[in-house]
């Protein structure tokens, strides 16, 4: 009887320390496989897989095993078939690489990694490794036909700050002085895509004035099922202050993403933003094409050339003006005929009226005697 309630207990125990090891090193992998249902022959595809543990006591290793005979051959590991997890992480990621050969023929091609966890020392690895194990399922259908799809993961407005001068003018800051919107990008198809425009109406910080928009429909394209930062840039005169940026993102006519973004344009100087060097290379090539111009014109003795050119192109005006000088002459000839004609008039009604006045005194007078 107390063999047996010995045997028992040993038994309970036993069960205990198993579990509790098990529970404490427990392990796992997120997500338990690669699939792509609309990849293309000589195409590449990327996949994270984290491996998750939930204890980081201890140093582990991870040894890897392809069970895929069709696709072995297309597969990479960025951590290699066998690396280390460190104490102290309990997440690992890992990125498998899938470089579909050209010649690959259009199907379903299936198998799986295996994943064994073992402690780093060498002397313990054989009794943990049955014990910490996973399994990842890959699944991908090669497929000549064209998805064209994206997400948009994340979408912000960076603060920047007024420029000084000379970059300030506007031969410049339409370059230069720009607002950007950056665009964290998934492309889940498998062909490259970006988004078909972007729109952005910029509004005080009451959101009451809208003060500028814009439109930007050229952008770096995303490579199939990788994910980048895409930018979209619009010139702007504004100054220094706090605004809103109301963003729309298109797909075809189909807005995917609408954002209300909060930045701020710094007085210059602010950040000590650096243009880099093609603002000053955008300088020397204007100065350098201006000197070649005047080189050129120096050069071949065009002065002559432009007056001559300039004289042909001014004959209307000339001949206009010549017109007017005509009429001015004529009119000024009429004005004083007219003058002419008026004070000889005037002085025949003052001869009439002297006559007139000499005739009537002669009577009076003989009137008189």
């Known amino acids: 009887m107390l063999k047996k309630l010995l045997i028992i207990i040993f038994l309970v125990v036993s069960g205990f320390l198993v579990w509790g090891s098990a529970a404490q090193a427990g392990f796992g992998i997120s997500p338990p496989y690669i699939k792509s249902d609309k990849i293309f022959p000589g195409s590449h595809y990327e996949q994270m897989v984290v491996l998750l543990r939930s204890s980081a006591e201890d140093d582990l290793v991870a040894d890897i095993t392809v069970n895929a005979p069709e696709v072995a051959s297309w597969l990479t590991i960025d951590k290699g078939m066998s690396f280390d997890l460190p104490a102290g992480k309990l997440q690992v990621p890992m990125i498998v690489s899938i470089d579909v050969p050209s010649s690959a023929e259009v199907g379903e091609y299936t198998g799986s990694l295996n994943i064994r966890i073992s402690p780093k020392n060498k002397q313990n690895r054989g009794g943990v490794a049955i014990a910490l194990g996973a399994r990842v399922e890959i699944d991908l259908n090669v497929t000549k036909e064209t998805f064209a799809d ?39 198809g498998n062909t490259k895509i970006a988004p078909t425009k972007v729109t952005v109406d910029v509004f005080d910080i009451t959101e009451k004035n809208l003060l500028e928009s814009g439109t930007d429909q050229r952008f770096n394209k995303i490579e199939p099922f990788q994910t980048g930062n895409v930018i979209a840039s619009f010139p702007t005169k504004l100054s220094a202050g706090q605004y809103w940026a109301k963003i729309k993102v298109y797909k075809q006519n189909e807005v995917v993403r609408s954002d209300k973004v909060a930045f701020t344009i710094a007085p210059a100087g602010t950040y000590s933003q650096k243009l880099g060097i093609w603002p000053w290379v955008m300088m020397a090539s204007i100065i350098l094409v201006i000197l070649i111009i005047i080189f050129f014109l120096i050069k071949i003795k065009i002065w002559r050339y432009l007056f001559k050119i300039l004289y042909i192109l001014s004959w209307p005006l000339r001949y206009v003006w010549r017109k007017i000088r005509a009429g001015s002459r004529s009119l000024k000839i009429k004005f004083w005929q007219w003058i002419h004609r008026k004070s000889a008039k005037y002085e025949n009604i003052n001869d009439q009226t002297h006559q007139g006045t000499g005739g009537q005194n002669k009577d009076d007078q003989k009137e008189n005697e």
Not at 155 to 162: G, I, L, M, R, S
Not at 174 to 188: A, D, G
């Open 150 to 188: 994206f997400l948009i993961r994340s979408v912000d407005v960076p603060n920047f700050e007024v420029l000084r001068e000379p970059w300030s003018w506007p031969i410049f800051s339409w370059f230069f002085y720009r607002l950007k919107v950056s665009m964290q990008i998934e492309n889940t």
